[in-house]
Each structure stands twice: as structure tokens, then as C-alpha cells.
């Protein structure tokens, strides 16, 4: 992920965007991922119908309690190879920014938002 110091990305389509399908999940499972080389938890995170229910490890340790992951409302990218993480195979990519001190900070929806599981960004 880049940080805020960092130059803009070369420039690209609209077309190569799109070309990323990021959709609206949410969180029914984590665990945690004592197996991985830096701190991270397994999820499991429902898309709904179509896309269903996929795994992946998240780098996320630092700001979310595992408690705390049931139920939040991620955008992660669902069209991306799958990448075996030590035992973990990862189907999706969680998006999220850093914060001051590089911690990630999950990009999610609002619990209240009337948005459903699987719904794509436009």
C-alpha cells in the first residue's frame, strides 16, 4: 500500500480500474494466524450470492481485537489469483489504508448503510 509521502501512481484507464472487481463483504469469522512471518488474522468474509464466502489473511493486528471482526463490512478485491500465506490460502484481498504510524485501517461501510454483501464499486 502506498503512504501519503509517496509520489501518485502512474496514470491508468478507467478501463484498467474496473478491471478490479472490489465488493462489499462481511466478516463471519477470524481467527487467529500464529503461522504467518508478520502478525495477522484469518477471515473468513461472506460476499453473498455469486461470490460467496471467501478466506483471507489480514495484516490488521495492531487496530482490530478479533472480537472486534465479526460483523464489520470490508471492501476487498475478489478477482485476484489466490496466494498461499504458509497453510492460509488468501482468495481475497482486504483493502485498507495506513495510518500515521503504518498501522492498516480497514475501508469499510457503515453497519446502518442499506448496501448488500457482493455489491461492487462504481
Not at 481467527?31 to 504467518?36: C, G, H, S
Not at 460467496?52 to 489480514?58: F, H, L, P, T
Not at 498461499?84 to 446502518?112: C, F, M, T, W, Y
Request: charged share 25%; hydrophobic share 40%.
Amino acid at each position: 500500500m502506498r503512504k501519503p509521502a509517496e509520489p501518485v501512481a502512474p496514470e491508468i484507464s478507467a478501463e484498467d480500474f474496473f478491471t478490479a472487481d472490489i465488493r462489499l463483504g462481511t466478516i463471519t469469522r477470524a481467527e487467529p494466524f500464529p503461522e504467518a512471518r508478520k502478525p495477522a488474522y484469518k477471515l473468513w468474509i461472506d460476499f453473498g450470492e455469486g461470490v460467496g464466502e471467501k478466506r483471507s489473511s489480514a495484516q490488521i493486528t495492531d487496530l482490530y481485537r478479533l472480537e472486534d471482526l465479526v460483523g464489520r463490512r470490508v471492501l476487498a478485491v475478489v478477482n485476484f489469483p489466490p496466494r498461499q500465506i504458509g497453510p492460509v490460502r488468501s482468495e481475497v484481498l482486504v483493502l485498507g489504508v495506513h495510518d500515521k504510524s503504518g498501522n492498516v485501517v480497514l475501508l469499510e461501510v457503515p453497519a446502518h448503510a442499506d448496501v448488500a454483501n457482493g455489491v461492487g464499486v462504481s
